[in-house]
């Protein structure tokens, strides 16, 4: 066996703990942010009336959806649940408990718990929607931050903070497109808006950071000193590039009929365009938010 493999059989574990001031301030910066951006999210979604219209053309688009497509999306949705979360829960619990490392299991387990109490007391207690725009039915209460979303994407960054070093590529491969489906699949359902999915986005990001932020105060954070893990570095790759393609699709998706024909009749006949437009949007923002708290991580381990 090579001195190199020796090496990379190693444990992630480390003398000395990455100084406070270079892990903590790069997650509180993160954090805030984050908050940051899901306030301008709620601002330009919900208090104008171009977002009013935009969201509601997206939710009208997705009438168009095939039966077999909305039915797939109706299925993912309802697979999360109290009992699917408890679940998650436990098996997050468990990985750290395997590691003996009790703070990363609860510093994990209280971003998904800490996201829910969030999303929700914000939903139905906090923030309102102001009847900007004419709209009947379903269309016209608040539902900013999807609680769906948050629980894919709390789910997601939790494993990431309690997976050892080796394996958050791993992590990253099998549960964010998971994650990044979800918040696709509440816009198809007409369970959310587009605004809804990147508000929660934004919160399970800043909570994530805070946990991390936690975690590198009570140095429980070092530096990995092991050799690049090369999948990871192209599943990253890859993710970014789907994030820019969705950005691009989207801003096309939006701005061609804005340009040609203005708001009022982008939101009236232009229905599906505005909902596809909505879906690549909603993708992206998943994926860059999972970008940002991996990368946040890297060359760091626990």
Do not use: C
């Not at 699917?84 to 387990?109: F, K, N, Y």
């Not at 903070?161 to 080796?166: K, T």
């Not at 203005?262 to 229905?271: F, Q, V």
């Amino acid at each position: 066996m090579s001195v190199e493999d020796e090496a990379d059989r190693q444990p992630d574990v480390a003398p000395a703990s990455v100084p406070v001031s270079a892990a903590a301030r790069r997650w509180s910066v993160i954090a805030v942010a984050a908050f940051g951006a899901a306030a301008v999210v709620y601002v330009l979604a919900v208090w104008t009336e171009a977002g009013q219209a935009l969201e509601n053309a997206a939710l009208r688009g997705a009438d168009q959806v095939d039966d077999a497509e909305a039915g797939r999306a109706w299925r993912a949705l309802d697979e999360i649940t109290v009992y699917s979360l408890a679940v998650a829960v436990v098996l997050i619990a468990l990985v750290g408990a395997l590691r003996r490392r009790w703070d990363l299991a609860v510093a994990a387990v209280g971003v998904i718990v800490v996201g829910q109490l969030a999303v929700q007391g914000l939903k139905r207690f906090v923030l309102v929607r102001p009847p900007l725009v004419e709209v009947t039915g379903d269309y016209a209460h608040n539902s900013l931050p999807s609680g769906h979303t948050a629980i894919a994407m709390t789910v997601l960054f939790a494993a990431v903070i309690v997976a050892p070093h080796r394996w958050r590529g791993v992590v990253m491969l099998v549960v964010l497109p998971w994650a990044v489906g979800i918040g696709q699949y509440t816009l198809t359902a007409k369970w959310h808006r587009l605004s809804d999915t990147l508000a929660a986005d934004a919160i399970a990001l800043a909570l994530a950071a805070l946990a991390s932020w936690g975690l590198a105060r009570r140095g429980a954070v070092h530096r990995y000193e092991g050799r690049r893990r090369v999948g990871r570095v192209v599943i990253g790759s890859l993710a970014a590039l789907s994030a820019a393609a969705g950005l691009v699709l989207g801003g096309i998706l939006w701005g061609v009929p804005l340009a040609r024909a203005g708001l009022a009749e982008s939101a009236r006949d232009y229905e599906w365009v505005v909902y596809l437009g909505a879906g690549s949007f909603a993708s992206a923002g998943s994926i860059i938010a999972a970008l940002v708290f991996l990368v946040s991580w890297r060359r760091l381990a626990t």
